[in-house]
């Protein structure tokens, strides 16, 4: 099992299609559930708000998918005791990385406009 530094993560549009975006995750509570986050404005926050259903697949930084996808469940998560976890998770996954975007994030006040999801699979993945 290869550890993976991204993911793409695809959400589902009004249309039926999928968009995949490249995304950081690092674990949650149990082998199937998962932690990103993104802009809140994103178009996968937005997509997450109408239809829950995700599918995620091993990939490259640039997005390049590499594995098989898995589906599962995405949800938007607004606790915050929720929130730091999944910061923290990420954090030590990441480290200096993930405290370097935070760094530039509170000097560009986007910091709070930021949005955690959860994402639980249907199966544990091969890739994390």
Same mark, same amino acid.
Request: proline fraction near 5%; hydrophobic fraction near 40%; include cysteine.
């Given at each position: 099992?290869? &550890? #993976?530094?991204?993911? %793409?993560?695809?959400?589902?549009k009004?249309?039926? !299609?999928?968009?995949? /975006?490249?995304?950081?995750?690092?674990?949650?509570?149990?082998?199937?559930?998962?932690?990103?986050?993104?802009?809140?404005?994103?178009? &996968?926050? &937005?997509?997450?708000?109408?239809?829950?259903?995700?599918?995620v697949?091993?990939? /490259? $930084?640039t *997005?390049?998918?590499? *594995?098989?996808?898995? $589906?599962?469940? *995405?949800q938007?998560?607004?606790?915050? %005791?929720?929130?730091?976890?999944?910061? *923290? !998770?990420?954090?030590? &996954?990441y480290?200096?990385? #993930?405290?370097?975007?935070?760094?530039?994030s509170?000097?560009?006040?986007?910091?709070?406009r930021?949005?955690?999801?959860?994402?639980?699979?249907?199966?544990?993945?091969?890739?994390?």
């Open positions: 099992m290869q &550890k #993976m530094n991204y993911i %793409s993560l695809a959400t589902r009004k249309s039926g !299609a999928w968009v995949w /975006t490249a995304v950081w995750f690092a674990p949650g509570n149990g082998s199937h559930r998962f932690y990103i986050f993104s802009a809140a404005d994103a178009g &996968k926050v &937005k997509r997450l708000r109408n239809f829950p259903d995700i599918q697949a091993p990939c /490259t $930084s *997005g390049k998918i590499i *594995g098989e996808a898995v $589906s599962g469940l *995405g938007l998560v607004d606790d915050p %005791s929720d929130c730091a976890r999944a910061y *923290g !998770a990420l954090r030590a &996954k480290g200096w990385q #993930m405290r370097l975007l935070d760094f530039f509170r000097l560009s006040g986007r910091i709070h930021r949005q955690v999801i959860c994402i639980e699979l249907s199966e544990p993945p091969t890739c994390v």
